[in-house]
């Protein structure tokens, strides 16, 4: 057998169909308890799956376990795939840093983006998907940890961003999303979940038309359980379902 991928032992690496589901039901079971933890419906959460660096053939076998919607940080990566699995019933949903050049990529294929943080990269979708005679679910990117090397947008400009969302129309506010900061202290992590939160309570106060369905994006394989404590209607987990990542985080989330 394949060796397992250096990285945190807590994340087996899944090489077949068991191996997904049972990880899978790992990780529902943590996302059940946490909300009724809460006082909230575990059907209330969607997990995403995220399969950022995990070779194709595994990503395969992962789609034949059941899995339909998965997570890519790096659009040229989802646009291999998305060709590599096109014999496949699956969708894909775009969580990473978006620039504006490869807005017709993600145009072409993609269901979702959910790291929507200015009005250019607004324009250049809106522009690319009427072309193509689509629409795309949209996340908007609030940064809650402030910090520097994250994307995102400040959260005091959120009101703003959201007034401006209408003009294009082929994009549908679904939400907010967020990275919390990197960090052994949960207290920290809490914050910037229970701040997406606040926003989220105060956009729907203020203006309920701009922010869709309120959902949130938030939480990853490290703090998905506080996320889900903290209102998450969709976690993003890559590693405790594909397996432990050979290179750190910083790597994927590059610096803003």
Known sequence: MEESIEGDDRYPTAFTVEDFRHNIAGVQARISAAARRVGRSPEDVTLLPVSKTVPTDRVRVAIQSGMRLLGENKVQEAVRKNGETADLDVSWSIIGHLQTNKARDVAAFA???QALDRLRVAEALDRRLQAA?????????????????????????LPAFLEAMPSYETLRVRGLMTLAILTPDDARVRECFSLLRTLRDQAREDAPDLIGAGELSMGMSGDYEIAVEEGATCVRV????????ALPDSYYWPEG
């Open 111 to 113: 269901t979702e983006f």
């Open 238 to 245: 890559g590693q405790a379902i594909f397996g432990a990542r």
């Open 133 to 157: 005679g689509r629409s795309l679910d949209v996340f908007v990117q609030v940064n809650t940890s402030a910090e520097d090397s994250k994307f995102g947008m400040p959260p005091e400009e």
